[in-house]
């Protein structure tokens, strides 16, 4: 089955800084890639996702890029604000699957 | 709109006694899944129910775990003598449908349970 490796597992910066999560995955049939962010005490949260048929796409400060040859994934956040502090997770399916395989998290902290 | 919601938000149990997790999905959404949260942990994929098609079960960690959706809306998950290894977030999530698996998945805010 898909297996998702998620880096890094936290992460701090300052705010107005740029953050930068990375993920690969094992199954080259996967083809689509969401990213959740979530805080304490809630449910995950969308906040972007990617399909196969694009290598990258971007929502104001948050942007995904995708690259299936070397088959890893990453989100971008710019302009960081002490609200994008949260965990934050990338997800995985296969066409002919019906569930998402996760990747660890990453705890991001915005510094102020 | 209302979104998933799930109750309780917390739940205590002993070593041994069920427990049942209820979930309820958005309106109008056909597909409905659970998910496992260790603490610390990713999400791990549990069950997924899709219309009147016969579940996917093949997350289920052991037969002690097993899962229902009565007409197509609400589900319950129940885990029968439980563990302590049971003790995690349960988090459930509906779609609208599932084509091609690229449906975007909205979760509810999970039950917290503990098992002493």
């Known amino acids: 089955g898909e297996n998702v490796e998620q880096h890094p597992s936290t992460l701090s910066v300052q705010e107005g800084d740029s953050a930068v999560i990375k993920c690969t995955y094992s199954?080259?049939?996967?083809?689509?890639f969401p990213w959740y962010k979530q805080e304490l005490g809630k449910g995950p949260q969308l906040i972007i996702d990617?399909?196969?048929?694009?290598g990258e796409k971007k929502d104001q400060r948050i942007a995904v890029t995708l690259n299936k040859t070397a088959k890893h994934f990453s989100l971008h956040i710019t302009e960081t604000q002490p609200e994008d502090s949260a965990v934050y997770f990338c997800?995985?399916?296969?066409?002919?699957?019906?569930?998402?395989?996760f990747g660890s998290g990453t705890q991001l902290t915005v510094l102020p | 709109g209302a979104g998933v919601s799930q109750s309780p938000s917390n739940k205590v149990t002993e070593k041994g006694k069920d427990v049942e997790l209820r979930c309820d999905p958005i309106?109008?959404?056909?597909?409905l899944y659970w998910y496992r949260q260790s603490l610390g942990q990713g999400l791990e994929f549990l069950i997924y129910f899709q219309g009147n098609s016969a579940p996917d079960k093949s997350g289920l960690p052991s037969d002690r775990f097993s899962a229902e959706r009565t007409g197509g809306s609400v589900s319950t998950l129940t885990i029968q003598r439980t563990q302590q290894e049971d003790s995690a977030v349960y988090l459930c999530a509906s779609s609208l449908s599932t084509a091609g698996g690229q449906e975007t998945q909205y979760f509810g805010p999970g039950t917290r349970l503990l098992v002493l």
């Open positions: 199954d080259s049939a996967s083809n689509y």
């Open positions: 990617i399909r196969s048929n694009v």
């Open positions: 309106s109008g959404h056909t597909a």
């Open positions: 997800a995985a399916s296969i066409d002919s699957a019906r569930q998402l395989t």
